[in-house]
């Protein structure tokens, strides 16, 4: 067992004439850390988290918890008696000896918001609720790659341990995961990919600087393998007495059913009282001052913060959009929507691309399609560029952003076909003509209006682009995906890119086989496909969910 640094604070210790230590305070603050005078200093991972009772010395000191020494922690208790505050302790302390270039969070509360005000630590790279799934997978790939990425540079420097490391190179961030209530993992699958992540943090983290604490109702949710690799482990009060052998082993000490109480094993074990975060006792002025204390200590730092996960909001504005997209608009690209894996905009670059597929499976998708389309053309920065609506089934109600319209009538047909023939052959001649997007609003009322030959069509789409002509054609997922028709098919087989409002299990734009346990999209929601449909992203697209 590590060897815990014990630290006298304002001890009630008994005098010579009074063998006797008055019993442990139920609501301790934590001594004062004034983090402009500790900032200045060099890393320092032992803090106080507790006043420890010490009987057979007739002290009572200060716990001081050196995460370095102690290495991975788990904290047991039950529902309402001081896991979150121990958490915030623990935390709160480390930002105040540290700078976030020195300590770093990962937040995962998976319990009752109790993380949550550490969230706006400077300190805090980002912190997960069990039910974002999208931004859990996101945290738990990111864990990941900070382990291989540190183990890769730990093998090529020659070293074994962060200590070596920053003796032959560079200073690294040690990076604490706080996990707060990992009895909500119920679902296996999910707790499986967690885990998973977990147990390589047990296992391979505390040489690379990387630790877990993590709390629990219970010691027994914990796996075997898991709770092998946890160094230190604490106990507030368990309802269940058998659990508290289980986790301090056969010289516990009695337990007392008092908020904060808890249990250590050092040489011996001891009863300690967790120290509230800050001077505050009752929970409203606390958080009130937590709130004001993180306000300071960002406002005070000034140096680089951790970089939170890359998340696209559920729903966002064209406005929000647009100022993400300006350098798109400014090169005359039309930009789609925001990538899920890393919130970049994709879209249509009509400078390499030859043309845009859009496919849409409920008309409540179609909607906002147009009119994020819609409002890229508005944007563009070339104002002689002409756009074109090709609409045979008069279904566009805004054309304000359309130069031309062309409906179903004979002749408006034939100028379109020609049109397009005009533009193929300037382009094998080598030739520019005016920079043109038309959008082709419905692909099967298009295609049975102008009666294309297949070979005609198919050069319009690999030539046209290349003179000027940047087509833009929408469909519905059912007929663009699934038709047999020899112009259809030319479409379909020749889509460089493309956006699909469709899962990937119940499209054939996108060449893999998905999941049949793939939620339905949202509206707003549509995969991105490049190479043919060989390679694909998540995007959500302006607007929001109808």
């Given at each position: 067992?590590a060897?815990?640094k ?7 210790a008994?005098?010579?004439?009074k063998?006797?230590?008055p019993?442990?305070?139920t609501?301790?603050t934590?001594?004062e ?11 320092n991972?032992?803090?106080p988290?507790?006043l420890?009772?010490?009987p ?5 000191k200060?716990l001081?918890?050196?995460l370095?020494e102690m290495?991975h ?6 529902s ?9 302790t ?5 930002a ?7 300590v770093?969070f ?12 550490l969230?706006k ?11 974002e799934?999208?931004?859990l ?10 382990i291989?990425?540190?183990?890769n ?13 920053e ?24 707790r ?9 943090i ?14 629990a109702?219970?010691s027994?949710?914990?796996r075997?393998s898991?709770?092998s ?6 106990a507030?009060?368990?309802?269940d007495?058998?659990e508290?052998?289980?986790v301090i082993?056969?010289d516990?000490?009695?337990q ?5 109480r808890?249990?250590?094993k ?11 975060p800050?001077?505050e006792?009752?929970?409203l002025p606390?958080?009130?001052a937590l709130?004001k204390e993180?306000?300071?200590?960002n406002?005070?730092w000034?140096g ?8 696209v909001p ?6 929000y ?7 798109w ?6 930009a ?21 597929l859009?496919a ?7 909607v906002l399609?147009?009119?994020m ?7 563009l920065?070339?104002k002689?560029?002409?756009?074109i609506?090709?609409d ?15 409906e ?7 100028a379109v ?7 193929v ?5 080598d030739?520019?003509?005016v920079?043109?997007?038309?959008y082709?609003?419905?692909?099967e009322?298009?295609?049975g ?5 297949a ?8 030539k046209?682009s290349?003179?000027?002509l ?8 059912s007929?663009v ?5 020899p ?6 087989e020749?889509?460089?890119?493309g956006?699909?409002?469709?899962r ?9 086989l998905?999941?049949?346990y793939?939620?339905?999209l949202?509206s707003n929601?549509?995969y ?12 959500r697209?302006?607007g929001?969910?109808?």
């Amino acid at each position: 067992m590590a060897q815990i640094k014990q630290y006298a604070v304002d001890t009630k210790a008994a005098l010579p004439d009074k063998p006797w230590l008055p019993p442990l305070g139920t609501q301790i603050t934590t001594p004062e850390i004034d983090h402009n005078k500790q900032w200045q200093k060099q890393r320092n991972m032992a803090v106080p988290i507790g006043l420890l009772d010490i009987p057979e010395e007739q002290s009572q000191k200060s716990l001081i918890f050196d995460l370095t020494e102690m290495t991975h922690t788990a904290i047991f208790g039950s529902s309402g008696f001081g896991k979150s505050i121990l958490l915030q302790t623990l935390v709160m302390n480390l930002a105040r000896q540290n700078t976030p270039e020195q300590v770093q969070f990962n937040l995962l509360d998976f319990g009752t918001n109790g993380l949550l005000p550490l969230s706006k630590l400077p300190h805090t790279a980002d912190i997960v609720r069990l039910n974002e799934e999208e931004k859990l997978a996101k945290m738990m790939k990111r864990i990941r790659q900070e382990i291989d990425e540190r183990k890769n540079d730990f093998q090529l420097a020659g070293v074994a341990n962060l200590t070596q490391y920053e003796a032959e190179k560079e200073h690294l961030p040690i990076i604490v995961n706080v996990l707060d209530g990992y009895d909500s993992v119920t679902d296996e699958e999910n707790r499986d990919d967690i885990d998973g992540v977990l147990s390589k943090i047990l296992r391979e983290g505390a040489a690379l600087g990387i630790y877990m604490v993590i709390s629990a109702n219970r010691s027994g949710v914990i796996r075997m393998s898991m709770m092998s690799s946890i160094e230190t482990k604490i106990a507030l009060y368990l309802v269940d007495e058998s659990e508290v052998a289980e986790v301090i082993g056969r010289d516990k000490v009695i337990q007392q059913e008092i908020e904060g109480r808890a249990q250590i094993k050092l040489e011996s074990t001891n009863a300690f009282q967790v120290y509230l975060p800050n001077k505050e006792v009752d929970p409203l002025p606390s958080l009130t001052a937590l709130n004001k204390e993180i306000e300071g200590l960002n406002k005070d730092w000034q140096g680089a913060v951790p970089a939170s996960l890359p998340i696209v909001p559920v729903e966002y504005e064209v406005g929000y959009f647009n100022q993400k997209v300006k350098e798109w608009q400014e090169n005359n690209a039309i930009a789609l929507g925001l990538q899920l894996s890393d919130t970049t905009p994709i879209g249509f670059e009509p400078i390499r691309q030859k043309y845009l597929l859009i496919a849409h499976t409920l008309d409540e998708q179609l909607v906002l399609q147009r009119e994020m389309l819609f409002e890229q053309f508005n944007k563009l920065s070339d104002k002689t560029a002409r756009k074109i609506l090709v609409d045979f089934e008069n279904e566009v109600n805004d054309r304000t952003c359309f130069d031309q319209v062309v409906e179903n009538e004979t002749d408006q047909i034939n100028a379109v076909k020609q049109l397009m023939a005009n533009y193929v052959r300037a382009a094998q001649e080598d030739k520019e003509l005016v920079p043109t997007f038309m959008y082709i609003a419905d692909l099967e009322s298009f295609i049975g209006a102008t009666n294309f030959l297949a070979t005609d069509f198919k050069l319009v789409l690999n030539k046209a682009s290349k003179s000027g002509l940047h087509l833009i054609i929408q469909s519905m997922e059912s007929y663009v995906g699934n038709s047999y028709d020899p112009v259809t098919k030319i479409v379909r087989e020749n889509a460089q890119i493309g956006i699909v409002s469709a899962r990937i299990t119940d499209t054939n734009l996108i060449d893999s086989l998905g999941s049949v346990y793939e939620p339905a999209l949202h509206s707003n929601e549509a995969y991105f496909f490049t190479a043919r449909g060989k390679k694909f992203t998540k995007v959500r697209i302006p607007g929001r969910r109808i």
